[in-house]
């Protein structure tokens, strides 16, 4: 199989998708250019640790197509996740790779359930 297993724990390989990169240059710009560099590097590590999160429990967050009533993929269950209370990550589980793919990411603040109910 094509994981890592330590302590016991599968272990699932963490993809961040362009648009998802994307977003987090975007995000870091901002914030450099209203607050500081050093608090725009701070929240992109921030966010880059809680993704990291899904390397061990993917499984933990809560199914966006039965949440929100969407089926934004046709070969797997799009999943989000919640990091601290500013951003939601969507990511997909593909079992069979051990992989989590990190499809997207949302302000909080934004009307995310409008643009996944677009689609």
Known sequence: MDYKEQDGLKRYRVEISDTVLKKLADIELYIAENYSKISAKNKVTEIFDALS????????????????????????????????????????????????????????????????KKD
Do not use: Q
């Open 53 to 116: 999160g899904l390397e061990i429990f993917p499984h933990g967050g809560f199914s966006v197509d039965e949440r929100f009533g969407v089926r934004l993929d046709d070969t797997w269950e799009t999943r989000g996740v919640p990091l601290k209370k500013d951003y939601l990550a969507l990511y997909l589980i593909d079992e069979n790779n051990s992989v989590v793919v990190v499809t997207d990411l949302f302000s909080t603040k934004s009307d995310y359930i409008k643009a996944l």
